[in-house]
C-alpha cells in the first residue's frame, strides 16, 4: 500500500482543514428530533484578544461539543460577544486622549458613533481567533450583547421586571468608581489587602470641658459627614454617654452619641464614627436611627461645599492631608497606626472604591433568587466539582438588592423616560417616571409631552445574564429556544461565579421558565510554569497563538486539557507544549505504521482471534467505556491521560510492535478498525490532526470528514484475554527491568527460564514469536529456576530466571547494590531526623516540606527496588 504520509508532525495544516468544516457548515444546528447539546459561549468582550485563560476555557467547551456530535446528538455552541460596558469605554476614551477629545466635549451620540466604529474595526478579532483554536461554534448563529435580538430582549425584561415592582428607584448608599465615573454592584467590587492608618480623632464631650470621645478611623475626610458615634449597647465603658452630643471636631456641629450592637467593639477604641453617606454599615446603623445624611464626597472624588468652605473643591486625599494636619494642630488627633486592612477596589481599573450615597435604579433579588437555591437543593444544578455549590448557595442567601443603573454611555440605555412637568410638582424618586420599550409621545399621568429619556445604562451583567435565551431569540418562542434552552452545560472559571453564572441561573428561571444550564463545569486558572497567575505587569504571559504557531494547535489544546484537573489550577510552560507536540508526532509515526500494515478493509472486532487481536478489542472496548465516563464526569484530564496510556501504551508499544512481527489476516484488518475508531474517540481533544490522518486513511464507505463519523459504540471484550497478555507484558517487562538494571549490551541475548503451570505455558509458547524479540531473548524454556548464577523475579502467573553469571560479575554487582542501600538509607535518616524536627515544620514553607517529604518517599521507593533487585541475584 502506497505511503501517503510524512511521519513528522509539522503545524500549519490547521487552517486549510477549518475552512473545509466551515463551508461544509459541520458547526450548524438545526432543530430536529435528536437529543439536543447545546452550550451558549461565555461571550469574551469586545475589547478582548485571546489569552490562555481563553484557550482553555473554548479547548473545553470544544471537546464537549465536538463528542456530543460525535456520540449522535444534536449540537449546538451558540458564539457571540460582550459589549463589556465599562472596559469597551474606557478603551476607546484613551484613544479619544490621543487625539486630545473627551466623550464630555464630543457629546453622546458622537462618542458612541466612534465607539461603534472601534467595534466594527477590532470587535470580532477574539472569534476570529477561536476559529484559530479550532472551535466548532455555530458562527450562523453569533450574537452580540447590543444586537438588534438581544437588545429587544433586555428592554422586554426591564419593563416587566418594572411592570411586577421588582426594580424601583431609590436614593441608596452605592459603589461608586470615581475614575470610571459609575456605579458598581458589590461583586463588582474586588478586595486588596494594603498598610494604611488609623487615625485616632478625639470628639468632645458637647457641655463637658475636657472630656471626649476617641474615635478610631481609616478614613479622616469622611469625618467632615459625620451624623453621630456609634457604640456597642453592651459595652459598658460608654453607658455614661447615653443621652450626651458630642462636637465633631473642625465643623463644631453636635452629632449624637447612639446606641447599636453592629459596633464591633473590639475594633480601635470601642467607638465608631458615623457617615450614612460614605459607608455602608454607616448607612443602616444611620436607617435605624433616622440619622441625616450629609453627601461630602462628589462623583469626582471632590468634596462638596457641605465638607465646608476649608475643603470644597479638595480632592479625597488633599483633604484627608489637611483633615489631619488641622486635627493636629488643634490637639485632636491622639495617635496614628499602621493598619493591615482590606481596601475596596474596581474591579476594572483597580481605584478605591467611594461608597456615596446616590439615586439610582435598583432590582430586587430575594425572590429572584428563592427557586435559584431550590434548583440547587433539588440537584436540577450541578457543580464540577461540587465544592463550589456550598459559596454559591450562601451567596445566593444573602443577596442583596443588584444596583442596574451605570453612569457611563456605551450600553443598553434604561428603557425610563421623564416627565419634566411632573418631576417639577414633586421631588419624590419616582415622581415623572415612565418605563416604556419605546419612548413615549406624552406623559400618560399629566399629558405633558416635554418627556427625556434617563442617560444611565444597564449593567453589562444585566444582559450578559439573560445570554443562554436571549441567543435563542427571547422572548419570541422560536424552534431553537424551544429545542436548545436550557443549554447543557456551562463552562467557566469560578472568578464569575457570582456575578455572572448566578444572575443567568435567576434570570433564566425567572423569564425562560427554567434552569439556563443543567451542569456547571468550573475549571481552575492557567498559570505560568511558577504557579504565578499570568499579568502584562509581571511579563509572563504567554501567547496562545504563538504557541499554536510553534507547536500547533493540537499541541496547546492537549497541553491545557490534559492538565484541566477538576478543582485545580494549570501551568502553561515550553515542556508541556513539547511534550504534547512529541505525542502528535507519535500519532503521525504510527499512522505510518499502521497505513503500511493494514487491511484495504476493515475487520469485524467480534472475529479476532489471536491472543494480542482480541486483547486489543477488548482493551479498546474498556478504553472507550473510561473515555465515556470521563466526558459524563467532565473529567477532561482524565479523557486525555487514558487517550494518552491506550494509544502509546496499549496500542502503539505493544499492539504495533507485536503486528511489525506477524500481522496478517484478521490482524491487517483490525489494525486499521481499530485506529480509525482512535482517531474518532481522540478527535474531541485533538481535531486537526486527527482530522488529516483520518483523511489519509478514509476508505470509500467512510463519510468525507471524522465530524460525520458515529462514536465507538459495540462492546467486544474477550474474557481473559487481558489478564493473559497483562502476565505476558509483566513477563517481557521483567526480562527488559533485568538487562536494564544488568547493562547488559542490546546486542547480546539472553535465555529466559519459566516455571509456570502447563495452561499458561501454553499461551507463553504461543506468544513465543513476539516474547523472544521483545526481550532480546535467544530462547524461551519451561522448568525450575537454576537456583544460582542467575536473576530472578516472579509475578502472579510465573517465576522467571535470566541466566547472567557469563555475562556479569554477580558478586560485585550484589555488593555494588548493598552500597547503594546503605547510602541510600543514610539520605533517609537525615531527612526523617528534618521532618521530626518541630522547629523545621514550623518555620519552612509549606512548599519546602512537601519537597523534603517527596524525596523522603523517592528515596524509601528506590531503596525497595534496589533491594528487591539485591534479592533477585542468585550467586553462582
Known amino acids: 500500500m502506497e505511503n501517503k504520509k510524512a511521519s513528522k508532525y509539522e503545524p500549519g495544516f490547521e487552517e486549510a482543514i477549518y475552512r473545509i468544516w ?27 484578544r485571546l489569552h490562555m485563560g481563553h484557550a482553555l476555557n473554548n479547548t473545553l467547551q470544544d471537546i464537549l461539543i465536538r463528542s456530543a456530535r460525535l456520540r449522535g446528538m444534536n449540537v449546538k455552541w451558540a458564539p457571540g460577544t460582550d459589549h463589556g460596558g465599562i472596559a469597551t469605554q474606557n478603551v476607546v476614551e484613551k484613544e479619544l486622549a490621543k487625539e486630545g477629545k473627551n466623550r464630555i466635549d464630543m457629546g453622546r451620540e458622537e462618542f458612541l458613533r466612534r465607539v461603534n466604529e472601534w467595534k466594527q474595526l477590532y470587535g470580532g478579532s477574539i472569534l476570529e481567533q477561536l476559529k484559530k483554536l479550532g472551535c466548532a461554534c455555530d458562527w450562523d448563529n453569533t450574537h452580540f450583547t447590543m444586537d438588534e435580538t438581544c437588545s429587544r430582549a433586555v428592554t422586554e425584561a426591564f419593563v416587566r421586571l418594572y411592570g411586577e415592582g421588582r426594580i424601583y428607584r431609590g436614593h441608596r448608599l452605592i459603589n461608586y468608581c470615581v ?17 494604611g492608618k488609623l487615625w485616632y480623632i478625639k470628639y468632645p464631650v458637647a457641655g463637658e470641658k475636657g472630656k471626649w470621645v476617641v474615635v478610631a478611623t481609616t478614613r479622616p475626610e469622611t469625618m467632615l459627614g459625620d451624623t453621630a458615634v456609634a457604640v456597642n449597647p453592651k459595652d459598658e465603658r460608654f453607658s455614661a454617654l447615653a443621652g450626651k452630643k458630642l462636637i465633631l471636631p473642625l465643623s463644631g456641629r453636635e452629632i449624637p452619641v447612639v446606641f447599636d450592637s453592629m459596633v464591633e467593639t473590639g475594633f480601635g477604641t470601642g467607638a465608631v464614627k458615623v457617615t450614612p453617606a460614605h459607608d455602608f454599615t454607616d448607612f443602616e446603623i444611620g436607617e435605624r436611627h433616622n440619622l441625616p445624611t450629609i453627601k461630602v464626597i462628589d462623583e469626582k472624588g471632590i468634596m462638596t461645599p457641605l465638607a465646608g468652605a476649608e475643603f470644597a473643591g479638595l480632592n479625597r486625599y488633599e483633604a484627608r492631608k489637611k483633615v489631619c494636619a488641622l486635627l493636629e494642630e488643634k490637639g485632636l488627633l491622639e495617635k496614628i497606626e499602621d493598619l493591615k486592612h482590606s481596601v475596596s477596589v474596581c474591579y476594572r481599573c483597580g481605584e478605591a472604591i467611594e461608597p456615596m450615597l446616590s439615586l439610582q435604579w435598583f432590582l430586587e433579588m430575594k425572590d429572584l433568587a428563592a427557586p435559584a437555591i431550590k434548583a440547587l437543593d433539588d440537584g436540577r444544578v450541578r457543580f464540577y466539582p461540587d465544592h463550589w455549590k456550598k459559596p454559591f448557595m450562601n451567596f445566593l442567601g444573602e443577596i442583596r438588592d443588584w444596583c442596574l443603573s451605570r453612569q457611563i454611555w456605551w450600553g443598553h440605555r434604561l428603557p425610563v ?38 442617560p444611565d445604562v444597564l449593567d453589562t451583567w444585566f444582559s450578559s445574564g439573560m445570554w443562554p435565551f436571549e441567543v435563542f431569540g427571547w422572548p419570541e418562542k422560536t424552534p431553537e429556544l424551544k429545542y436548545y434552552y436550557p443549554t447543557s452545560v456551562l463552562v467557566t472559571g469560578h472568578e464569575i461565579l457570582y ?24 475549571h481552575g486558572i492557567v498559570r505560568d510554569r511558577h504557579g504565578k497567575k499570568m499579568s502584562k505587569s509581571l511579563g509572563n504571559t504567554i501567547d496562545p497563538l504563538e504557541v499554536t504557531s510553534k507547536y500547533g494547535v493540537d499541541s496547546l489544546r492537549y497541553s491545557l486539557t490534559k492538565q484541566a484537573v477538576l478543582g485545580h489550577d494549570l501551568l502553561a510552560s515550553e515542556e508541556n507544549f513539547i511534550a504534547s507536540r512529541n505525542f502528535m508526532n507519535k500519532i503521525s509515526n504510527a499512522a505510518v505504521v499502521v497505513d503500511r500494515l493494514r487491511a484495504e478493509s476493515y475487520a469485524d472486532m467480534k472475529e479476532a482471534q489471536s491472543l494480542p487481536d482480541r486483547w486489543i478489542v477488548s482493551e479498546f472496548s474498556a478504553f472507550v467505556r473510561s473515555a465515556e465516563d470521563a466526558l459524563d464526569s467532565y473529567d477532561l484530564a482524565r ?72 462514536w465507538p459504540d459495540e462492546a467486544v471484550s474477550f474474557p481473559g484475554a487481558r489478564e493473559d497478555m497483562n502476565a505476558i ?33 501454553k499461551k507463553l509458547a504461543e506468544a513465543e514469536y513476539y516474547i523472544l524479540p521483545l526481550t532480546r531473548a535467544e530462547s524461551m524454556e519451561f522448568g525450575p ?44 535518616a537525615k531527612l526523617e531526623a528534618l521532618l521530626a524536627n518541630p522547629n523545621f515544620i514550623s518555620s519552612a514553607s509549606k512548599e519546602v516540606v512537601e519537597q523534603k517529604k517527596e524525596l523522603l518517599a523517592n528515596f524509601n521507593s528506590k531503596k525497595e527496588k534496589t533491594a528487591e533487585f539485591l534479592a533477585s541475584l542468585d550467586e553462582g
Not at 179 to 195: A, P, Q
Not at 500 to 517: E, Q
Open 22 to 48: 466551515e463551508d461544509g457548515k459541520k458547526f450548524t444546528g438545526v432543530p430536529d428530533g435528536r437529543k439536543a447539546f447545546s452550550i451558549a459561549i461565555p461571550p469574551p468582550n469586545v475589547t478582548g
Open 179 to 195: 475614575r470610571c465615573g459609575t456605579s458598581l454592584s458589590d461583586i463588582e467590587v474586588e478586595y486588596k489587602d494594603e498598610t
Open 417 to 454: 423616560y421623564y416627565c419634566r412637568d411632573c418631576q417639577g410638582r414633586s421631588s419624590e424618586a419616582h415622581a415623572g417616571v415612565i418605563v416604556s420599550s419605546v419612548k413615549p409621545e406624552k406623559c400618560p399621568v399629566c399629558g405633558g409631552v416635554d418627556i427625556f429619556q434617563d
Open 499 to 522: 456575578l455572572w453564572v448566578a444572575r443567568m441561573l435567576m434570570l433564566g428561571i425567572k423569564f425562560a421558565g427554567d434552569i439556563p444550564f443543567s451542569d456547571v463545569y468550573i
Open 639 to 710: 479523557y486525555t491521560r487514558i487517550m494518552w496510556e491506550f494509544f502509546w501504551s496499549s496500542f502503539c508499544d505493544w499492539y504495533l510492535e507485536i503486528l511489525k512481527l506477524r500481522g496478517d489476516g484478521v490482524s491487517a484488518g483490525l489494525v486499521g478498525r481499530i485506529f480509525r475508531e482512535l482517531l474518532i474517540v481522540m478527535h474531541p481533544v485533538i481535531p486537526f490532526i486527527t482530522e488529516k490522518i483520518y483523511g489519509q486513511i478514509k476508505t470509500c464507505d467512510d463519510p468525507d470528514s471524522i465530524m460525520d463519523c458515529v
Open 729 to 761: 507484558f509483566e513477563l517481557i517487562q521483567g526480562v527488559r527491568n533485568i538487562r536494564s538494571r544488568l547493562a547488559i549490551p542490546a546486542t547480546v541475548k539472553v535465555k529466559i527460564i519459566v516455571d509456570t503451570d502447563d495452561v499458561f505455558a
Open 785 to 828: 529456576a537454576p537456583g544460582t548464577g542467575a536473576a530472578n523475579f516472579a509475578t502472579p502467573l510465573l517465576k522467571c530466571s535470566v541466566p547472567v553469571s557469563e555475562l556479569i560479575d554477580i558478586k560485585a554487582e550484589k555488593e555494588t547494590a548493598a552500597r547503594e542501600i546503605e547510602k541510600i538509607e543514610t539520605h533517609a
